[in-house]
């Protein structure tokens, strides 16, 4: 699996934002009351933030040498693909919900500002779900320097080390 690029953070950064912006015009141009705030979701995205730093953890314990406890190699993948999926997703919902609330501060004048502030603690929620889905990722990434992580070949492959074969 490769390692989240920030092109691919803001490309999709920048799909989040403009997708919230077209929804928030063409939903209230439609007669519709927008969105309240998200308050469970600003709860949940900062909850999953920390469950996620917690599983990540002892993986990054054991890359830098605690080998005390032996690790699951699936659930480390496992936690990698989480904390990918954390961090695309929390650059779509930041822009999302920046989106929204550039969205409420330009449009009235400054009466749904309350909404607006409510949307950038959104944003920030979902920042920080961006930030702590890297950081786990790059938890669960090999130093360079580790022998498992890099190939003789340099067309992608490992090289295959077989014991040496027994005297018949």
């Known amino acids: ?8 953070l803001l490309v999709w950064g920048i799909v989040g934002l403009l997708a919230s912006i077209a929804f928030h015009t063409l939903w209230e141009r439609g007669g519709n009351a927008l969105p309240l705030v998200p308050w469970p979701a600003i709860v949940g995205m900062l909850v999953l933030s920390g469950v996620l730093l917690a599983l990540g953890w002892p993986v990054r314990a054991w890359r830098d040498g605690d080998r005390t406890t032996a690790i699951d190699l699936v659930k480390a993948a496992r936690i990698a693909m989480l904390a990918k999926a954390a961090a ?4 779509v ?9 550039l969205y409420l501060f330009a449009s009235a004048f400054g009466l749904r500002a309350e909404a607006g502030l409510g949307m950038l603690a959104a944003a920030i929620s979902a920042a920080i779900l961006m930030a702590v889905g890297l950081i786990v990722e790059s938890f669960c990434s090999l130093p360079p320097d580790d022998p498992r992580a890099s190939d003789s070949s340099g067309d992608g492959r490992r090289e295959r080390h077989d014991p040496p ?3 018949a």
Not at 1 to 8: E, G
Request: aromatic share 8%.
């Open 1 to 8: 699996m490769n390692r989240t690029r920030p092109t691919q």
């Open 93 to 101: 919902l930041t822009a999302w919900y920046l989106g929204g609330a």
């Open 88 to 91: 695309l997703a929390g650059a």
């Open 165 to 167: 074969e027994a005297p």
